[in-house]
């Protein structure tokens, strides 16, 4: 039987996953429901089968994971040979580009059908990846979005998205908070957008 890891800091969620799968497949076993990246890590230390696993991923872990989030979980899961899919309240193209970048298989919004996930699932046990299909368009936009931005500048969307302002960003980059200013009026005229809050909207 195929087995299936949750990783999520809301039990509705994961018990809501479970139930669903339950009622609707008899391929799947659920063979942990995790809510922290300390804990996902010491399960994987642990962890052996020659089955088929795949593990459903959210963004947001418990607060006791400190600076791990989901993408960190990913990218471990993909150390360990298991496939991921992000399932998130969020649905920005960037969180999607982050996660394939760091492995990820699969990427389906908490607001799509729960026969979606359930699609993502048996595509990526497949061996395929699966990606909502409303935000295939969105994914293409942002990577040709991001293409054109210097290092610098990708590093800055980078800290935008992690909710820095300018000093913290600043003092990231190693550089002055009058530079970071000067980057980013660069990168709205590259993008078309207006402000800060227009460009947190596109990424």
């Given amino acids: 039987m195929k087995q299936l890891i949750l990783l999520d800091d809301h039990p509705m969620i994961l018990n809501g996953i479970s139930s ?10 659920i063979i942990a429901k995790i809510n922290s990246f300390e804990k996902l890590e010491s399960f994987l230390n642990s962890f052996s089968s020659a089955e088929t696993t795949v593990a459903i991923v959210d963004i947001e872990l418990s607060k006791s994971s400190e600076s791990k989030s ?3 979980a990913i990218k471990l899961l993909s150390q360990h040979g298991i496939s991921s899919i992000l399932y998130s309240m969020y649905s920005s193209p960037s969180y999607l580009l982050q996660a394939t970048e760091l492995g990820a298989k699969g990427y389906v919004s908490k607001g799509a059908d729960d026969k979606e ?4 699932i048996n595509a990526v046990a497949e061996g395929s990846t699966y990606i909502q299909k409303d935000l295939m368009g969105k994914m293409v936009q942002t990577t040709n979005i991001i293409l054109c931005l210097t290092k610098t500048e990708k ?6 998205k992690s909710h820095m302002d300018n000093q913290q960003i600043a003092d990231k980059l190693q550089i002055s908070k009058r530079t970071v200013e000067n980057h980013l009026s660069r990168i709205y005229d590259k993008l078309g957008t207006k402000n ?3 460009l947190e909207e596109m990424i």
């Fill in 70 to 72: 989901g993408f960190d």
């Fill in 155 to 160: 590093e800055i969307i980078t800290c935008i």
């Fill in 117 to 120: 996930l359930l699609d993502a």
């Fill in 20 to 29: 669903y799968l339950e009622k609707n497949t008899e391929d799947w076993q």
């Fill in 196 to 198: 800060r809050h227009n």
